[in-house]
């Protein structure tokens, strides 16, 4: 039986729902997280899960610093094994232009405490030995120790399973029809499975949002954009870093057991919800690959697949309140919200739970697009 | 003890107890959970017997628990061969 009231419903059990039910549900809060399909069935699910604190705006930059802090010490707080790792990224610097943009970034970076620097085409090798300096048309890069992984089920696991021992429950295959508004005011969620009456309503269906969203009458700016993946066979263990760079959209890693997973973006994607893996992206991304590592081309890929982008105007997420009093956005995360939603879910709770926020977030809500929009710029993928 | 995956050396044992712990209603949250099929067949032994198991544990049919498995099988391929030509 389902029950019929919470605190809080969470729509989405991606990883920032169940960060968020984690957060609240420690905070004493009765909450409900709903799903039309399971745990990690979302954007969650098939991702890269890298975790990269080395961004150009300082919002990025700080939500992922204070995310890594608590990552650093999250298989003990969730006595849950999360896969966690620091192997660091390394991202390429292709001329002069790039240079000058990562002088800025790791300035800003530094000045907010992280360990990050510039470095040349040698140290790439010795960072990364299988890389080929002119095959990237790299002329160096910047190195952040401190960045890594996750697995991305066990997080959103371990946070759900730590969730359900602190009373939250969680619902599955249980699709939200529609959100209950009276008087400005949240009132309850229509499932496919019964009603649930609630004053307080999050909203992190990925790449769903928008439609969400709809339910209770709000617009968002979101828009889906499907993004693909693959993973090789296993290989001997090479090297611990993420490697990117924005000219060439390219990102991949090791992982743990010996595959290289990684990704590299369409030039003609267009948004919508498009599922099939295309062969183009497994050319371009195996040609790529083997520029950036020869050695690479005689490697076998096993799997391919996709899953989607959920993509603001200015590629930062959608968090905080609306003016729905208890209609609450977590939303917009592009291609990092797994990385982010540690400090994310903190910030929300404290939000819910009318505490003082380690941070502030009012620069993340929706009320931005009204005004002029400043865009992040080290995106990739 | 039964192994179910060779590749990925999980049991039946295994299966079962995470069928019962995560209340699992598909194959893709075993693939999850477990890493189930992910080896180097990709799943070809491995996942109709899981899905059997997981049919008996939850009472619903073998095609409804294999019918969100949308990923298509990729068979090994190598890089070289499906890369974009050099010359542009
Ligand atoms: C190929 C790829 C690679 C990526 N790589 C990285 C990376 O390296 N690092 C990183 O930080 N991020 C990465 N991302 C982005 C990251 O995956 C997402 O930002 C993040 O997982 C979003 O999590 P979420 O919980 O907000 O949403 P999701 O995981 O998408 O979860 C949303 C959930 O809402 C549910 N839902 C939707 N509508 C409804 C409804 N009406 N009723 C009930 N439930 C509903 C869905 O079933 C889904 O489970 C990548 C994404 C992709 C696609
Ligand atoms: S037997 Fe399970 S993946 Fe090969």
Not at chain 1, 68 to 85: A, K, P
Not at chain 1, 190 to 201: L, P
Not at chain 2, 62 to 84: D, H, N, Y
């Amino acid at each position: 039986m389902m029950k019929n009231n919470a605190d809080v419903v969470i729509i989405g059990a991606g990883i920032n729902g169940c960060a968020l039910a984690y957060e609240l549900s420690k905070r004493g809060k009765d909450v409900i997280v709903l799903d039309r399909r399971h745990i990690a069935a979302g954007a969650t699910g098939r991702c890269g899960a890298g975790i990269r604190q080395q961004w150009s705006t300082k919002e990025n930059a700080i939500l992922a610093k204070k995310s890594v802090e608590i990552f650093e010490n999250l298989s003990n707080e969730l006595n849950y094994d999360i896969g966690f790792r620091q192997g660091g990224y390394l991202i390429a610097i292709h001329d002069e232009n790039d240079m000058q943009q990562a002088k800025k970034n790791v300035e800003m970076q530094k000045s907010i405490g992280l360990d990050v620097r510039i470095i040349d085409a040698d140290e790439i090798k010795e960072i990364v030995p299988i890389l080929e300096p002119k095959g990237m048309e790299a002329i160096g890069a910047t190195f952040c120790p401190t960045d890594g992984h996750a697995d991305p089920f066990k997080t959103a696991y371990g946070y759900a399973m730590a969730a359900i021992k602190q009373g939250a429950r969680f619902y599955k295959f249980t699709e939200v029809k529609k959100i209950r508004v009276k008087d400005n005011e949240i009132k309850s969620v229509v499932t496919d499975r019964g009603e649930i009456k609630t004053g307080v309503v999050v909203n992190a269906a990925g790449a769903w949002s928008k439609q969400v969203a709809k339910m209770a009458g709000i617009e968002l700016p979101n828009k889906p954009v499907r993004k693909e993946a693959l993973v090789t066979e296993p290989i001997k263990r090479i090297f611990d870093a993420m490697v990117i760079s924005f000219r060439h959209g390219i990102y991949f890693s090791q992982m743990e057991e010996g595959q290289i997973l990684g990704g590299i973006p369409s030039p003609e994607e267009k948004t919508g919800y498009h599922t099939e893996p295309t062969f183009s992206f497994l050319q371009r991304m195996a040609y790529m690959l083997g520029k950036y590592a020869p050695v690479l081309k005689s490697i076998n890929v096993m799997r391919q697949w996709t899953g989607y982008y959920d993509v603001t105007p200015d590629a930062l997420p959608i968090l905080g309140k609306t003016s729905i009093e208890g209609f609450i956005q977590c939303n917009g995360f592009s291609g990092h919200g797994f990385m982010i939603s540690p400090m994310v879910a903190r910030l929300l709770a404290q939000l819910i739970n009318d505490e003082k926020l380690d941070l502030p977030i009012e620069r993340l809500s929706i009320n931005r697009f009204k005004g002029k929009v400043f865009k992040e710029k080290s995106v990739v993928g | 003890m039964k192994i179910v995956c060779r590749c990925e050396d999980i049991t039946e044992e295994d299966i079962i107890n995470t069928i019962r712990k995560y209340n699992v209603q598909t194959l893709v949250e075993l693939k999850q959970l477990l890493r189930l099929g992910m080896g180097p067949c990709q799943g070809r032994t491995c996942l109709p017997i899981a899905a059997r198991i997981l049919a008996k544990e939850t009472g619903k049919s073998v095609e409804e628990i294999m019918a969100p498995m949308a990923r298509p099988p990729v068979i090994p391929t190598p890089l070289w061969l499906v890369s974009e030509d050099d010359e542009k």
